[in-house]
């Protein structure tokens, strides 16, 4: 398989703060895939994600975004990436339309094209009739449909969210996962974290599960369903990995690492 075969891949990745949060992590996105990242609380999901979109920098280990070295093109590897996190961050004083041509400005798109793509995405994400509205006093639901469309203004290949759901209403998040899943179906790779583990299973076609930093299981929900050895939901065989990987982990050898 060549190297753009895959939309991401990172090998022998470390990362530390004030204790090792990313260890050795190893991880190939097939492009055009639907990729979901699972794990606890601390275990190093957001880092590795902040990581790959380039706001943080490792400490060892090589990442590629469709081929492209992101140490050694790091602007040419975020020209394809899209970054949404779990907290929107949208200009107050700005209406969606003009955050949209705002953010196409920084990407140097063509004004036409850009106020063109705009209306497209505003329409897309049910934005229409707000579209000349401010932003701040939009809902966090409102707002996570603004960034969203902020990050695939420039028409990324590679869509990374951390917890895009959360705090959104049933009818947000499901215009959001209507945008994630149509853009997969063009090509696009998505990678996304959730605790809303349903989500995973019905939407992701391969899931990684994070732990201490470590990738330590990966498949589709049926290889993860063999390797637990019984019908279960993901919910179940996630809860199942992580205790497994927990008894597994030496504490001494942990504390000192």
């Given at each position: 398989?060549s190297?753009?075969a895959?939309a991401?891949e990172?090998?022998?990745?470390?990362k530390n703060?004030?204790?090792p949060?990313?260890?050795?992590?190893?991880?190939?996105?097939?492009?055009?895939?639907f990729?979901?990242?699972?794990?606890?609380?601390?275990?190093?999901?957001?880092?590795?994600?902040?990581?790959?979109?380039?706001?943080?920098?490792?400490?060892?280990g090589?990442?590629a975004?469709y081929?492209?070295?992101?140490?050694e093109?790091p602007?040419?590897a975020?020209?394809?990436?899209?970054w949404?996190?779990?907290e929107?961050?949208?200009y107050?004083?700005l209406?969606?339309?003009?955050?949209?041509?705002?953010?196409?400005?920084l990407w140097?798109?063509?004004?036409?094209?850009?106020q063109a793509?705009?209306?497209?995405l505003?329409?897309w994400?049910?934005?229409?009739?707000?579209?000349?509205e401010?932003?701040?006093?939009?809902s966090?639901?409102?707002?996570?449909?603004v960034?969203?469309?902020?990050?695939?203004?420039?028409?990324?290949?590679?869509?990374i969210?951390?917890?895009p759901?959360?705090?959104?209403?049933?009818?947000?998040?499901?215009?959001?996962?209507?945008?994630?899943?149509e853009?997969v179906?063009?090509?696009?790779?998505v990678?996304?974290?959730?605790?809303?583990?349903?989500?995973?299973?019905?939407?992701?076609e391969r899931?990684?599960?994070?732990n201490?930093?470590?990738?330590?299981?990966?498949?589709?929900?049926?290889?993860?369903?063999?390797?637990i050895g019984h019908?279960?939901?993901?919910e179940?065989i996630?809860?199942d990995l992580?205790?497994?990987?927990e008894?597994?982990?030496d504490?001494?050898?942990?504390?000192?690492?």
């Amino acid at each position: 398989m060549s190297d753009t075969a895959y939309a991401l891949e990172i090998a022998g990745l470390d990362k530390n703060f004030d204790r090792p949060v990313v260890r050795d992590l190893h991880l190939r996105v097939k492009a055009g895939e639907f990729y979901a990242l699972l794990g606890p609380n601390g275990a190093g999901k957001t880092t590795i994600l902040r990581i790959v979109a380039g706001l943080l920098q490792p400490e060892a280990g090589s990442i590629a975004v469709y081929g492209i070295d992101t140490r050694e093109d790091p602007l040419r590897a975020k020209s394809i990436i899209a970054w949404v996190s779990d907290e929107p961050m949208v200009y107050d004083r700005l209406t969606p339309f003009e955050y949209l041509e705002f953010v196409a400005g920084l990407w140097q798109i063509e004004p036409r094209h850009a106020q063109a793509h705009a209306t497209e995405l505003i329409d897309w994400l049910g934005l229409g009739p707000h579209a000349h509205e401010r932003c701040g006093g939009f809902s966090k639901g409102m707002l996570q449909k603004v960034a969203l469309a902020g990050a695939l203004v420039h028409d990324p290949k590679l869509i990374i969210l951390d917890e895009p759901l959360t705090g959104l209403d049933a009818g947000s998040a499901r215009q959001v996962k209507q945008v994630l899943l149509e853009k997969v179906r063009t090509g696009v790779t998505v990678i996304m974290t959730t605790h809303i583990l349903e989500v995973a299973e019905r939407m992701a076609e391969r899931i990684g599960v994070i732990n201490h930093g470590r990738l330590i299981a990966e498949g589709t929900l049926g290889e993860l369903r063999a390797r637990i050895g019984h019908e279960s939901t993901l919910e179940e065989i996630f809860l199942d990995l992580v205790a497994q990987n927990e008894m597994d982990v030496d504490p001494a050898v942990d504390a000192a690492a």
